[in-house]
């Protein structure tokens, strides 16, 4: 028997449990009346609210097309004096095309020490929010396992639009699979002491570069 085994039994002993069979309580039907999305707009201002929210979470934002892609993600990692980037498996390939970084390939034996020696990390997304500005990641294969964005201090994150963005929570929860692990990103990481003195980095990226795709 597991600790998580001992644990659930002695909650099921300390807890009363219900009657077998038809008299057992029904669990009620949760509501979901409430308001999914704060007002309609158009693909662009979807986009352009995406854009307004991550800068103020402090994430840098920049846009361009496809055949941009290469040369914008390559400059990205050159000002940032990265000489080493992290690559999920499934990246398309493209995107790092005119990069010269060395390429770090996402490895299940990767230690922690060696996943902080990295300098930048790009990935694609699951979605975005646009009335958050939230980025969400799912562990797809252009995105790589949770640890790769949390570990390195410079993650540049590339999503199409508008396809992959989203008004609100409750449709990004609709567009979601439960069951796959699911990080949500709204700006750098960052916490804040008694004071209020702003720390980033904390338990993620300080940098949070975000493309946007298609938006030109």
Request: charged share 25%; aromatic share 2%.
């Amino acid at each position: 028997m597991t600790s998580k085994d001992r644990i659930l039994a002695r909650i099921r002993r300390a807890v009363p449990q219900p009657p077998p069979g038809p008299e057992a309580p029904v669990a009620p039907q949760i509501p979901r009346d409430y308001l999914r999305v704060h007002g309609a707009r158009t693909p662009r201002e979807r986009v352009d609210l995406l854009a307004a929210n991550l800068t103020e979470y402090r994430a840098l934002v920049h846009r361009t097309d496809e055949d941009g892609l290469p040369l914008l993600l390559a400059r990205l990692l050159a000002e940032r004096g990265s000489r080493t980037v992290l690559v999920p498996p499934g990246l398309p390939p493209y995107w790092l095309s005119a990069a010269d970084q060395t390429r770090v390939h996402d490895r299940e034996a990767s230690t922690p020490q060696e996943l902080d020696r990295v300098d930048s990390v790009v990935t694609g997304c699951a979605l975005a929010v646009a009335e958050t500005g939230t980025v969400v990641l799912d562990g797809a294969p252009d995105q790589g396992r949770r640890r790769i964005t949390l570990i390195p201090d410079h993650h540049v994150c590339v999503i199409r639009v508008p396809d992959q963005v989203v008004d609100s929570v409750p449709q990004a929860l609709e567009g979601l699979d439960p069951a796959r692990t699911l990080t949500w990103i709204s700006g750098p990481s960052a916490t804040s002491d008694i004071e209020l003195d702003r720390v980033e980095g904390v338990h993620g990226p300080r940098t949070l570069e975000v493309v946007l795709v298609g938006a030109q």
